[in-house]
């Protein structure tokens, strides 16, 4: 084996990572038991499947450990310092879209934009004591966005999961977080802030920069050939 992809290895973008692959002719497949995290793939010679979190996957393209790897740009975006210097942007591929937002209690009827939140979050500051909460696992994203916005009186509180909960909870009192059907908000009773888009995501094919590609490149031309991509420059 030459070329190691790294692919999420479970729930939706695994099954459509799959599919994505599987109508292109190359075939990947879980063997051993369903929930086993190895994989095999037909239809090309060279290629390892790695099956790995998706949330893990660009850490190992930036270390080099895989060539190729499948996962949202929202997650590479956020977990690489200069994203585009450890990693290549081969192909988008369709699914997995979702929109990283900032999102209030809906019930805080002056506040509908970022600049509607920046002066709210001086309010509260000036009201309890310490600064606004917006809770997230975009903290790369989210802080670049805030700051590029002109907003600086909050702080980040970490949720790596269920962040909609968060304001309900009184861990935070906003969130940032994807949304794709929005059914999550507003079952949350949270509204998104008009001009808060941080960045539209979806799942992509990214190659590792810093891989070793001395073998592994004449399998990437084969595969590239075979899913109809131009043969990046990498
Ligand atoms: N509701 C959704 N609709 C579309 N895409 C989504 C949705 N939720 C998450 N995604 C995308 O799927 C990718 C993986 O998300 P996330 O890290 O939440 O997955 P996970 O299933 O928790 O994976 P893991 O815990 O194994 O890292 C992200 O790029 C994200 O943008
Ligand atoms: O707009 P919607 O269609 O409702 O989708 C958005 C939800 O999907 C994701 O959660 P996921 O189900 O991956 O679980 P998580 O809370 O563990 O991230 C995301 O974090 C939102 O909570």
Redesign the pocket.
Known sequence: MMLKIGVPSKGRLMEKTFEWFGSRGVTMRQTGAEREYSGAVDGVEGVELVMLSAGEIPRELAAGRIHLGVTGSDLVRDKLADWAVQVAELAPLGFGH?DLIIAVPSCWIDVDTVDDLDAAAAAFRAVHGFRLRIATKYHRLVREFLTAQGVADYQLVDS?????GTVKNLTAEAIA?????????RANHLKILSDSVILQSQAMLFASRSADWAEAREVLERLAGQVGLAMPEI
């Open positions: 979702a790596q999961g269920a962040t909609e977080d994807i949304t794709s059907s929005g059914e999550t908000l």
